[in-house]
């Protein structure tokens, strides 16, 4: 059974910095494709960022620069360091394995940036 357990959320100021991780089981890690994706309440999830086995990464435009996305494949962990942080990154983050939209997701970390 596939199974994915964020950390890291928490409260933090505007221009702070918070860094997610996200452990993975049941699955080769190091073969997957894994996504950062995130909520905001009362809005659907939205993709962040993902990162290809090969470490190839991508970010969606309102993140680059300021987030970076890992991976440790020995751990089995997937990281978000998140920088420079803004009220609108608010929200439930979660690590998504596979395709951000429809694949297996973990429980996830409240990020609450306060102006």
């Known amino acids: 059974e596939v199974q994915l357990v964020e950390s890291g959320g928490g409260l933090v100021q505007t221009g702070g910095s918070l860094k997610l991780s996200c452990v993975g089981s049941?699955?080769?890690?190091?073969?997957?494709?894994m996504n950062w994706i995130r909520q905001r309440s009362g809005k659907g999830p939205e993709w962040v960022s993902g990162?290809?086995?090969?470490?190839?990464?991508l970010y969606t435009p309102s993140v680059k620069g300021r987030f970076t996305i890992s991976r440790d494949n020995a751990k089995n962990t997937l990281y978000l360091q998140m920088n420079s942080l803004k009220p609108e990154d608010t929200g439930v983050y979660y690590c998504?394995?596979?395709?951000?939209?429809?694949?297996?997701r973990g429980q996830g970390t409240q990020v609450t940036v306060s102006s």
């Open positions: 998504v394995k596979g395709i951000w939209n429809t694949g297996v």
């Open positions: 049941g699955f080769t890690f190091r073969s997957a494709y």
């Open positions: 990162i290809s086995p090969d470490d190839t990464t």
